[in-house]
């Protein structure tokens, strides 16, 4: 899933400095297709993370949450003791995300 976010930035980066008019050949459309398909198939979830208490904990919560097959993306609010992830639902859950979390040290929850 990792490989896919830099063939999404690129067609972006394609359509818009041509808009869909650069989509001009059927392979271009499939290709344009499959990149909606693919982001459209991610979900993301916010996470309530406990035991944050200094400046390297949110290193080893997005380390642990990043290894989790299917996650496309971790960014974590310190401040707010908070994670948002993106990822595969197809590939991994919401609880399993979590779970690498709570075995790293820092119990995790969706929020909600």
Do not use: H, W
Request: proline share 5%; charged share 15%.
């Amino acid at each position: 899933m990792k490989k896919r976010l830099p063939i999404i930035l690129a067609a972006i980066a394609v359509l818009s400095a041509g808009g869909l008019s650069a989509l001009n050949t059927p392979g271009q459309a499939r290709a344009q297709n499959a990149i909606q398909e693919a982001a459209a198939q991610e979900q993301t979830s916010t996470f309530a993370i406990q035991n944050m208490t200094c400046a390297t904990c949110p290193i080893t919560v997005r380390t642990a949450m990043e290894r989790v097959e299917g996650v496309t993306s971790v960014e974590i609010d310190f401040n707010a003791k908070t994670a948002a992830v993106i990822f595969d639902p197809s590939a991994t859950s919401a609880e399993e995300i979590a779970a690498a979390s709570t075995n790293a040290g820092y119990p995790a929850k969706p929020a909600g």
